[in-house]
């Protein structure tokens, strides 16, 4: 499986389309999304409202008493961000997407539609349309060794040159309860990753994911 843009993202349902024009590689968005969220407040129509310093919400989202956010963040319209949900800075949310209890995210890009409902952590990543974590989802974006991340396919080694990547996640792929996405991560678009998996390396499209050597096409 070749990484590219197109094979895991419709970019009609990203908040920020035009970032990855001219890369070779979706990752190498992370390290500019503070950048490309100030690009993006300067296109905010009249539908999106600023709620404190650094941070814009669009019209019909809803947000509990008891959620943190800390800017910079742009949330999009019709968003769910409920009790305990700690979004901590440089995160841009598309439409139509839950972010949940004790959810937290950093660094991050929220395709429409994406649901990190229960428990999970996304940092570094970024989570195509309609993606859905189950409980307790990880997103481990730091190794051990505080190498920078490699992301490792079945023909190469390719040195992102990142020292913090949590997983890039295809549209509408579903990762279940307690899953780690390891850093450098790949998960195809339509996959399914089981629950209580520890994942690295390259998932491709349409896969299931019942463990490192295990994987049965998604009929």
Not at 15 to 40: C, D, M, R
């Amino acid at each position: 499986m070749s990484i590219k843009t197109e094979e895991l993202f419709d970019l009609t349902n990203c908040p920020v389309p035009w970032a990855f024009e001219g890369k070779s590689y979706p990752w190498e968005v992370i390290p500019e999304i503070a950048q490309l969220i100030q690009e993006l407040v300067r296109e905010l129509g009249d539908g999106f409202r600023q709620i404190d310093e650094g941070v814009w919400v669009g019209e019909g989202t809803t947000i509990a008493p008891t959620a943190v956010i800390q800017g910079p963040a742009v949330i999009g319209r019709n968003c769910e961000i409920r009790p305990g949900a700690y979004i901590r800075g440089n995160v841009v949310v598309g439409d139509n997407v839950v972010i949940g209890n004790s959810t937290e995210l950093k660094n991050a890009i929220l395709f429409n539609g994406v649901q990190v409902p229960h428990f999970n952590y996304v940092g570094d990543s970024i989570l195509g349309a309609y993606a859905h974590f189950g409980a307790g989802v990880i997103c481990s974006n730091f190794k051990s060794t505080h190498e920078p991340v490699k992301v490792r396919t079945d023909t190469e080694v390719i040195e992102t040159g990142l020292r913090k990547f949590g997983a890039l996640v295809g549209d509408r792929a579903e990762v279940g309860c307690n899953a780690v996405l390891n850093p450098g991560t790949i998960v195809g678009r339509e996959s399914i990753v089981y629950p209580l998996s520890s994942v690295r390396g390259v998932v491709p499209a349409r896969m299931i994911f019942k463990g490192q050597e295990k994987l049965v096409p998604r009929l």
